[in-house]
T-cell receptor
């Protein structure tokens, strides 16, 4: 049973470009969460999605960031017009039962570098 | 802001028990204590969680004080592969994602 998959693992973008981060949850999991981690810091929640629904986006910046989890295919975190401050590790996690699940399964992360 | 306090770093000898403390003095009655760890450059990994009682699984034991204001994660026989940052997190009972992650404790296992 494959774990949570994220790609790409490393992404380099110039300021002003768009970044697209993909997350495929574990098989049978329909709940996806995105987190951001700056160096030497803990994770910060960004958004919680179910298939075709955004459940909680309270941690998402109001501008330039968006997330989706379509009926088919991976979840996508999209960052438009990237700035240097967007450089971070972005982790995706999934769970089978939503917010009552006691455990989240994390992917290996995507390390975004904005030059 | 994080609702837990952990030492920034700890060392432990290989084969010995690693005891990682965590203070959560403002914990509410419906908040669980969770522990995750993050090995360098990897995604976090769930270890264990508890509410009031001590808990044990194949990875670790969790000891929660009677007043629930602090807890200790115990790795009974630490190996070099246990070197990681360990996060102590409190979460409300009905939400697994509104976690407040602090900076954690960097545990270094020495041979």
């Amino acid at each position: 049973n494959a774990g949570v998959m994220q790609n790409p693992r490393h992404l380099v973008r110039r300021r002003g470009q768009e970044a697209r981060l993909r997350c495929s949850p574990m098989k049978g999991h329909s709940h996806v969460y995105w987190y951001r981690q700056l160096p030497e810091e803990g994770l910060k929640f960004m958004v919680y999605l179910q298939k075709e629904n955004i459940i909680d986006e309270s941690g998402m910046p109001k501008e330039r960031f968006s997330a989706e989890f379509p009926k088919e295919g991976p979840s996508i975190l999209r960052i438009q017009q990237v700035v240097r401050g967007d450089s971070a590790a972005y982790f995706c996690a999934s769970s089978p039962y939503g917010s009552q699940s006691y455990e989240q399964y994390f992917g290996p992360g995507t390390r975004l570098t904005v030059t | 802001d994080a609702k837990t306090t952990q030492p920034p770093s700890m060392d432990c000898a290989e084969g010995r028990a690693a005891n990682l403390p965590c203070n959560h003095s403002t914990i509410s009655g419906n908040e669980y204590v969770y522990w995750y760890r993050q090995i360098h450059s990897q995604g976090p990994q769930y270890i264990i969680h508890g509410l009031k009682n001590n808990e044990t699984n194949e990875m670790a034991s969790l000891i929660i004080t009677e007043d629930r204001k602090s807890s200790t994660l115990i790795l009974p026989h630490a190996t070099l592969r246990d070197t990681a940052v360990y996060y102590c997190i409190v979460r409300v009972a009905d939400s697994n994602y509104q976690l407040i992650w602090g900076a954690g404790t960097k545990l270094i296992i020495k041979p």
